[in-house]
């Protein structure tokens, strides 16, 4: 068979990187796009693509899949997993934070979709991941933005899902509960959130993003063709999920 190539977006640190990893330990040529750069991804996975560029720009995106085609010569999974948290009183959401959070977490994984799939669709086979967030379930109070945007990203696995299916094109989300990332850590985290967070789960501790990993690979594998248009909550037993 030959070697499936995958592209990770937000792969410079936290849940992306060790996507990034994951896939390659697999044997998966991978790409990385985020804002910055990744040396510590890169460090981790032998030919490793690095592209710097925001994934809510089209022309960007559409330069940075170039790179990958003249490298990989073809595409088959993407991970949309770039994005951001908001936290704050609902009262005080702008307008324009209300935006940002929409576009990172909503309308780039469209843009991505929309920039690869001639590529999955010439590849006659395509898995598409989106990760959304277990928010959806528990509502916070003070993520409206950010729960509203991953919402719309599961309406968005869903219905793509659909469309996509008769090209042999799989498209899921995972919904996972707090993570410890830096970003998790400096953001929600604070604040006993991780506490919060594990008394409403089942299985005891704190989910790293190791414990993502055979959730992503399960959705990206061979063998999962007949799984789509699914959210898989990975919460450990949330009594909301
Ligand atoms: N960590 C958690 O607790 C948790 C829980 C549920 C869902 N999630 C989701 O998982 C994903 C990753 O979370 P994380 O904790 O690893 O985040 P993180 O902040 O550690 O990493 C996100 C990465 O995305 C990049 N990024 C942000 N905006 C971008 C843009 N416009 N273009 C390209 N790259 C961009 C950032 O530079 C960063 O490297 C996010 O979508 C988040 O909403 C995280």
Known sequence: METRTALVTGAAQGLGQEFAVA???????????????????????????????DATDETQVHAALERVLAQFGTLHVLVNN???????????????????VMRVNLEAPFLMTRAVLPYLKAAG????????SATVLTAPPTMVAYTASKAGLIGFTRALASALGPYGI???????????????????GADDGFEHVRAQQVVPGTQEPADLVSTLLYVVDEGSGFLTGQTLNVAGGSRYS
């Open 82 to 100: 770039a994005g951001v948290y908001a936290e704050s009183a609902f009262e005080d959401t702008t307008p324009e934070e209300w935006r940002r």
């Open 170 to 188: 799989t498209v899921n989300a995972i919904a996972p509960s707090l993570v410890r990332t830096a970003t998790a850590e400096r953001t929600v």
């Open 125 to 132: 086979w395509g898995r598409i991941v989106n990760i959304a």
């Open 23 to 53: 896939l390659a330990g697999r044997g998966y040529r991978v790409a990385g796009l985020d804002l910055v750069p990744q040396p510590d991804t890169a460090e981790q996975i032998l030919d490793y693509v690095e592209l710097i560029a």
